[in-house]
């Protein structure tokens, strides 16, 4: 029997893998993402600075219509003034 709690560690997991390796193609450095302990709530690190949550960078990420990178860039510069 599947609970809501594996089916969100799962969601995590995948999202945190996806992410990881679409932000790594971009040449993006990814920090560690603490999806076994906070879920879809976990901090994202890119380039030293926290740019979201992976549940609000993976919607943002599966829904964009080629608006993510530049969204992307647009809160990597609000982190680094």
């Known amino acids: 029997m599947t609970t809501h709690f594996?089916?969100?560690?799962?969601?995590?997991r995948l999202a945190a893998l996806w992410l990881?390796?679409?932000?790594?193609?971009?040449?993006?450095?990814?920090?560690?993402?603490?999806?076994?302990?906070q879920g879809i709530a976990a901090d994202?690190?890119?380039n030293g600075h926290v740019v979201g949550r992976l549940g609000d960078l993976?919607?943002?990420?599966?829904?964009?219509?080629?608006?993510?990178v530049p969204w992307l860039r647009?809160?990597?510069?609000k982190t680094t003034k």
């Open 6 to 12: 594996d089916e969100e560690h799962e969601q995590a």
């Open 20 to 37: 990881t390796s679409a932000l790594h193609e971009l040449q993006y450095t990814v920090g560690p993402i603490d999806w076994q302990q």
């Open 44 to 46: 994202v690190t890119l």
């Open 58 to 68: 993976w919607s943002r990420f599966k829904d964009s219509d080629g608006d993510f």
């Open 74 to 77: 647009a809160q990597l510069a």
